[in-house]
């Protein structure tokens, strides 16, 4: 792993707190979730940035519970490209970024998909700042599964400031669009970026949302993980995520930073689906369950009060 | 289906001949695919644009031979975005834009993908050109069948001269390159784009082009028809559909342009593959017949002397 010899640029030890808590709550993560898919285990692949630092990969693929998860860390520094430095409107400069990033892929078309990505972004000049944030993305949607999620981030967020929740609720809303096909990719959580200025109280705050995912997602397996399903239901999650590969390959910033600063590609796109599925102008029959789910899709929620 | 009045940009001539040769050279590639794929039919989707003008789309899927194939025709204007007339390299204005593009995904894994495109562009302050080509995505390559195909397209260049294949093979090569995997899509075949000056001349060169899709395709859908394969060859064909996916969301211009222009977006993405898998670090035993593909996507090779 990277230290800052390697990066070459002088980091502040605030970087070196966020790379050690990314670390911790991958390791943490990991043993909840091989505790929930039993007798399965994440691989742990460690690798390398040509530009400097590198990042630890760990994959647990054709589970009894998760089909495909991912749950990785890295920490890399290069040389912004005009693009990317365009995108996030900043000069061009050399970068240092660490962070967590995980999807997981259940089997059950009844358990919802979940993403979570933490990050933490420092620019040779100082300018530093922390980004972040989770959200569900259910097949068949459970009102009560939706409210615990929201809630469980809600609570998170409230304890450092009131405010928090509605606007980074907002924001996620906005940032998961599908903007091509005019749906939300799922049913929201919260995301947050360029957090810069009082950094402590920020990474404070990201650890409250850190610490809450297993809180916010693994009751939701554990309620939906026997819930029946068959071929339709299959062949409905394959349609659905076929979405999720349109909006991470076409929209996320994360991905496509990725790409254009040559990370490991297999890590980047650990988040792509292992299946998908394209019909043309597919339309599920009106009043279906199916149907259900493109109405709640169609505008986004308020999930709690 | 638009004129120039609906428009609003006075065209000439060879911009309405353009839209009759694509409708009719997708009547004919259509009636000869449903040939092939003996009992199937293309469905018939009419649609407006709302900026004006609209397009066919047909699609067949489920078909004995195609599992999804998809030709369309459009003939639509617009405005420009800031980014897509950054792309293209020129002003900020209305534009005209029509075109054929088809995209067909056979079942059997020993059967080529094909994509083919012709488009004619035309911006309000006169600058017109053409653009388009072929090009083919084995899962199971066999040399005589790729040599076929780049035969058949040089003989319809070496019509207009000498150099015209060499340097839309390269273009093409350089083209669909999927970047982030270092690796090319397919096999190659033709792509040129930016045709202007003497229009009469491009238009019978992309004629020529287009007139031997058949003769260049559907030799090969025959001679592999009846090969036999069995799951492995499914899903290798369809970890491969997966990197189609990549390269259509990501780089492909034809794509993004529809997405960001609002085109229909069920026929800009009838492109994409029935099927899509994304495994993690996916690496087929070396000497395998994957293992093959895989080298002869990592450099382009000369098909043709």
């Known amino acids: 792993m990277p230290d800052q010899e390697t990066i070459g640029i002088p980091l502040p030890s605030i970087a070196h707190r966020a790379r050690e808590y990314f670390e911790r709550l991958q390791e943490t993560i990991c043993v909840a979730l091989e ?3 039993r007798g399965f285990r994440f691989t742990r692949d460690r690798w390398d940035h040509p530009g400097g630092g590198g990042g630890l990969s760990r994959v647990l ?36 970024a660490s962070g967590l990033s995980l999807v997981l892929h259940p089997r059950s078309p009844m358990v919802p998909t979940v993403h979570a990505n933490f990050r933490y972004f420092h620019r040779e000049d100082g300018d530093q700042w922390f ?18 999620f929201h809630k469980t981030l809600k609570y998170a967020c409230d304890m450092h400031g009131p405010d928090l929740y509605p606007e980074y609720k907002r924001w996620c809303d906005e940032y998961f669009t599908i903007k091509h096909r005019g749906e939300n990719r799922g049913v929201g959580g919260v995301f947050f970026d360029y957090l810069r200025g009082d950094l402590e109280r920020h990474f404070a705050f990201l650890q409250s949302v850190g610490d809450v995912f297993l809180g916010a997602y693994t009751p939701i397996v554990n309620r939906r993980l026997h819930d029946t ?8 999650q394959s ?11 076409v ?7 990725g790409l254009e600063v040559g990370g490991r590609v297999e ?10 599925q394209w019909r043309y102008n597919l339309q599920p029959p009106p009043g279906s369950r199916e149907a259900k789910l493109l109405e709640l899709l169609a505008r986004p929620r308020n999930w709690v009060h």
């Open 267 to 276: 890590s980047v796109l650990m988040s792509l689906p292992p299946t998908a």
């Open 35 to 37: 505790e929930i898919d």
């Open 131 to 148: 980004g972040g944030g989770m959200d569900l993305t259910p097949f068949y949607p459970v009102e009560d599964d939706i409210i615990h």
């Open 229 to 236: 399903y068959g071929d339709r239901e299959r062949q409905w």
């Open 239 to 249: 349609m659905r995520r076929a979405r999720y590969v349109e909006f991470n390959l």
């Open 61 to 96: 693929e054709e589970g009894a519970v998760f089909e495909k998860a991912g749950v990785n860390t890295s920490s890399v520094s290069g040389l912004l490209t005009e693009s990317m430095a365009l995108r996030m409107n900043v000069p061009r400069s050399r970068f240092h």
């Open 251 to 257: 929209y996320d910033r994360g991905t496509l930073f």
